[in-house]
């Protein structure tokens, strides 16, 4: 039975701040960004914006295109939960207004819990052919002002459906993966910015990556060539030329710089935008391969590999399906993108940094930042209150 991704779509917030205003700001040469990072804005979620709203944003355009009630399950990954203890899930089940026969469940770990939904999602349907399972990578990345990876923030959330019969990409058996038990990011439950030892952790995730195809190539006997294209998890575009730099070279493959470009350009249009999405990036990634390729996908081979820091990673393959361009969401990707408004430092500090009041008492009354359907209006009693507005 062929199992995969059948509807990818993404959503981002309605804010960035351009890394011209941050370089500015901080009296640093843009080109650092620009060209050493391969950054050039990053997605600013306001207060009224979380993991749960930009979920339901991502999710809805896809629910329209199914029968929603045949949803068998919701497999929400994310770092930047929103609850100890009831699932993000949950509160998404209430705002898309899911059938109550539907599992829920949030997976963390770090930017790798996305490819684990995707791996769950798939034993889940290869078991029971009727599963239709809805899984979400969705993050808010948060560093402190002044740090190393404040240039790196940003926000996104990818909703994919997971079939048997997909329409855009069947999943393929065997992957490889690799663990360590290391401190290169993480971040305390007492912390809302996470932390980060940020050249170790470039050091760990290409450490990884190089463990991972070894392992890759011993469990699926397919090599280098046997692969057309390559999507990275991505904490800045740069991240995917380190490391296909690295593949190759244990691969023992040798490509020109030019050659690199082309192969790499299209899954990173959309994340130079965006900036860090954590676990979402890799989807939102291949979502940008799929919109932006310059050729007809069909029949290729896509090599996967997701990196979480802490850590754990996976490389695996899927291949593209005939027709799949009539099911992408691609002038909504660049829509999004393109409207979103600017901000100032000034503005960036007061909406990404600045604690909204009562929030520890449990009572916070949001102001209207969020321009989506979604929004989360207010803390009442320590419970979150989303609203859904009618178009
Ligand atoms: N023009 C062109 N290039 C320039 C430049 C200029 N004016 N100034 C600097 N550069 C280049 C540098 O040469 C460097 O290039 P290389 O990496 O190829 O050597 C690049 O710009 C970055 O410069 P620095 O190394 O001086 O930058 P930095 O000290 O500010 O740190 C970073 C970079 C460590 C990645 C930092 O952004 C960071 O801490 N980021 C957060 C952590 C991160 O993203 N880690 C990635 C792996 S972990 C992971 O993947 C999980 C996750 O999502 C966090």
Redesign the pocket.
């Known amino acids: 039975m062929n199992v995969g991704i059948d509807l990818i779509h993404f959503a981002t917030s309605d804010y960035y701040l351009g890394l011209d205003t941050f370089a500015e700001e901080k009296g640093i040469?843009v080109?650092?960004f620009y060209?050493?990072?391969g950054q050039e804005r990053m997605s600013i979620a306001p207060p009224d914006e979380d993991i749960v709203t930009l979920s339901a944003k991502a999710a809805a355009p896809l629910l329209d295109q199914i029968e929603r009630d045949k949803i068998t399950a919701v497999l929400l990954a994310t770092e930047s939960g929103v609850d100890q203890s009831k699932s993000a899930s949950a509160y998404l089940h209430g705002l898309l207004g899911l059938h109550k026969n539907c599992r829920l469940i949030e997976l963390k770990h770090?930017?790798y819990a996305g490819a684990a939904a995707l791996q769950m999602a798939q034993g889940l349907v290869h078991a029971n052919p009727n599963e239709k399972v809805l899984v979400i990578a969705a993050d808010i990345a948060k560093y402190d002002v002044d740090s190393?990876?404040e240039?790196?923030q940003g926000c996104g959330a990818a909703a994919m459906i997971i079939k048997k019969d997909p329409r855009l990409l069947v999943l393929e058996p065997g992957s490889g993966f690799y663990a360590d038990d290391v401190m290169?990011?993480w971040r305390p439950n007492y912390r809302e910015t996470a932390l980060?030892d940020?050249?170790y952790?470039?050091k760990v995730?290409l450490n990884s990556l190089k463990e991972t195809w070894k392992h890759f190539t011993i469990n699926t006997g397919r090599g280098y060539e046997d692969i057309d294209y390559f999507c990275y998890?991505l904490?800045?575009t740069?991240?995917a030329e380190k490391a296909h730099k690295a593949l190759t070279k244990v691969a023992g493959v040798s490509l020109s710089d030019e050659e690199m470009k082309a192969l790499l350009a299209p899954g990173q249009a959309y994340n130079r935008q965006l900036g860090?999405s954590?676990t979402a990036s890799l989807f939102i990634g291949f979502a940008s391969l799929l919109d932006n390729a310059s050729e007809d996908l069909t029949g290729k081979r896509i090599g996967l590999f997701s990196?979480g820091?802490g850590c754990v990673s996976e490389f695996f393959t899927g291949v593209v399906q005939p027709g799949y361009q009539d099911h992408l969401f691609s002038d909504d990707h660049r829509w999004q993108i393109e409207h979103r408004a600017p901000l100032n430092y000034a503005e960036y500090l007061q909406l990404y940094h600045t604690q909204p009041e009562g929030l520890y008492e449990g009572q916070v009354v949001l102001p209207e930042y969020n321009r989506g359907p979604f929004r989360l209006k207010a803390i009442k009693d320590h419970k979150r209150l989303y609203e859904r507005r009618e178009a």
Do not use: E, L, R
Request: glycine share 10%; proline share 3%.
């Open positions: 040469d080109n650092k060209v050493g990072i770090a930017c190393s990876g240039a790196t290169d990011f980060v940020g050249k952790s470039t995730y998890h904490p800045f740069k991240m860090n954590y990196y820091s």
